[in-house]
């Protein structure tokens, strides 16, 4: 296979063409000079190679359902509008059997994963946050649990006394199948002290995905760019989860997230641009060379730059959600889900080949 290079490509750029053809690691100063290039075409075509070694035509995608628990959260992130205090307006935490009650009216045949996040609430114990697990695993046996970020299972430690280690496997008892990968936002401390990131710290966050990986779990892993983070913030924060999967190979999929405005009417000045969401799905493929998977999340970038990237290094259309609220409280204009047959349409639409899969990518359906 051979990437078609534009005349124009200066040294450096070729320089990059050579080492993705022959499957040369990129260095970070590779990555950072890929954001600053404005050759979109070549770049989008390079990961395209490497996204095709991988996974050829194919896209997966997945029945699933988003789940959340409680809004209610100790943290007060700068770039979150979920989060609420325990008496405001508009805060809840759901029993077992009311979020049972909520899945009963919404949920759909097909669905095969319930992806289960929400805020740090330090009113309940964490036996709540294992019993609400419990509840929904004897409920619905056959519905793979991925459930709580890395930062979750960090304040979990805190509020029970236990380890990272005693808490995965307490949840584990109780049915969870895996972790979800939110929580990163941006992998510098730096840049965590500036946003207020007033949960898990650099290193919890990856100890937490050892441990887990380590425990026999694949897990999920993402990046929120789109503030004031730098190029070199971006990329160095994907050197880390790479390294870190060079040691585990526990990581299924890179999930790129662009940063929303907190209000849906905000200009698109107030939000990244197509070009800046396309540049972070290539570099993500190109840099990460050792994740089988880069997601390109419709709930962030719209469904229909979400076909796009699928020329651009990703391999992964998501899943059909029913309802997300986290980017919708941020100012998301896009869907809060997408059905089978529209995810199916949107990756044919992109000349790739959809197939339906569990939480590891295991086949379930190829839509030829």
Not at 43 to 62: C, H, P, S, T, W
């Amino acid at each position: 296979m051979s990437t078609l290079v534009t005349p124009f490509t200066d040294k450096r750029m070729a320089e990059i063409v050579e080492k993705v053809q022959n499957s040369v690691r990129l260095s970070v100063e590779d990555g950072v000079y890929l954001y600053q290039t404005d050759d979109l075409l070549t770049l989008g075509q390079l990961a395209n190679e490497a996204n095709l070694r991988k996974n050829g035509k194919k896209v997966y995608f997945i029945e699933n359902m988003s789940l959340y628990f409680t809004n209610v959260c100790e943290a007060h992130c700068a770039f979150c509008n979920f989060r609420k205090d325990q008496d405001e307006e508009g805060s809840y935490t759901l029993s077992g059997e009311e979020m049972i009650e909520y899945v009963e009216q919404h949920i759909h045949p097909g669905v095969r994963e319930f992806h289960i996040v929400g805020g740090h609430n330090n009113h309940v114990p964490f036996q709540y946050y294992v019993d609400s697990l419990r509840a929904l695993n004897e409920k619905y046996p056959n519905v793979t649990l991925k459930a709580y970020t890395a930062a979750e299972i960090d304040f979990f430690t805190r509020i029970s006394g236990l380890s990272i280690k005693e808490v995965l496997q307490e949840l584990q008892k109780a049915g969870l199948k895996s972790l979800t990968g939110g929580g990163a936002e941006i992998l510098s401390d730096e840049y965590r002290k500036k946003m207020r990131v007033d949960k898990a710290n650099v290193d919890r966050y990856l100890e937490v995905h050892r441990t887990a990986h380590n425990l026999g779990m694949r897990t999920h892993t993402t990046m929120l760019y789109g503030s004031i983070e730098s190029y070199e913030d971006r990329v160095n924060h994907m050197a880390q989860i790479r390294e870190l999967q060079d040691e585990t190979n526990g990581f299924m999929v890179f999930i790129p997230l662009s940063m929303q405005p907190k209000s849906k009417n905000a200009s698109i000045m107030r939000r990244n641009s197509a070009y800046e969401d396309l540049k972070t799905i290539a570099i993500s493929r190109l840099m990460l060379d050792n994740i089988d998977h880069i997601k390109a999340y419709f709930i962030n970038i719209g469904p229909q730059l979400a076909q796009v990237a699928l020329g651009f290094g990703a391999s992964d259309a998501h899943g059909t959600i029913v309802r997300e609220r986290i980017s919708h409280a941020a100012g998301a204009l896009t869907p809060e889900g997408l059905t089978r047959k529209e995810l199916i349409w949107l990756i044919k639409g992109a000349g790739r080949i959809p197939v339906e899969r569990d939480t590891f990518y295991n086949e379930i359906q190829v839509y030829e």
